[in-house]
């Protein structure tokens, strides 16, 4: 009889699509309301642009300008523009402007995985976590596995199992067919890739 060489124990796999287009529509990503940050940039453009308002307003009927408004005029007339407190106020001011910007173009939930929209009126996600322990139940249904940890991603399932009976490589092929199957049946928008390691329980001296 041939023998083969021992599995190397800390073999990874290579990523590879796990799904087949099955029938359905794509769904894009959930974009997330945001509404603390809308509700704080509304609120504070909202009280500038009225304040501001105002004072024109006034000054238009005949009446003196507001105190700050000439004084932060007078203030930027004479104030050098390579001051260090300037250059940290302008540098504050385009960080929370690209903050902003940020939200407004970033969908955002990325805890929240699309799934295949079988009807254009139902559109259903499910919890990264909640498909990571899904997964995780499925490869501890596997002979010879004594623990397994999934982390799930977008575009990546990672799996870190440890055996402590079999071969390596029936386990390995039994993971890699539990969890196809899994990832197949959890119906998500895109098709993440797989990966895995297996390795033996750490001997304790």
């Not at 769904?27 to 509700?39: D, E, K, L, N």
């Not at 005949?62 to 004084?71: C, D, E, F, L, P």
Request: hydrophobic fraction near 45%.
């Amino acid at each position: 009889m041939e023998e083969r060489d021992p599995p190397d124990p800390a073999t990874r796999y290579e990523p590879r699509p796990t799904l087949s287009d099955d029938d359905g529509e794509r769904a894009g990503r959930f974009w997330s309301t945001r509404r603390i940050p809308a509700g704080l940039a509304a609120l504070v453009v909202l009280g500038a642009a009225g304040l501001l308002l105002y004072d024109v307003a006034a000054v238009r009927a005949g009446q003196h300008a507001m105190y700050w408004r000439r004084a932060l005029a007078a203030q930027l007339a004479r104030q050098p523009l390579d001051e260090p407190w300037v250059l940290v106020a302008a540098g504050v001011a385009m960080a929370l402007g690209l903050w902003l910007l940020a939200l407004a173009l970033t969908p955002g939930l990325r805890g929240l995985l699309p799934m295949r929209r079988h009807s254009p009126l139902v559109r259903a996600g499910i919890d990264r976590d909640a498909a990571a322990l899904t997964l995780r139940d499925r490869a501890m249904e596997v002979s010879g596995v004594q623990s397994a940890r999934v982390r799930m991603g977008r575009s990546k399932v990672r799996l870190r199992a440890v055996s402590h009976f079999r071969e390596l490589d029936e386990v390995r092929d039994d993971l890699d067919t539990a969890l196809r199957a899994g990832i197949r049946e959890l119906g998500l928008d895109r098709a993440p890739a797989l990966t895995m390691r297996v390795r033996r329980p750490v001997k304790k001296r």
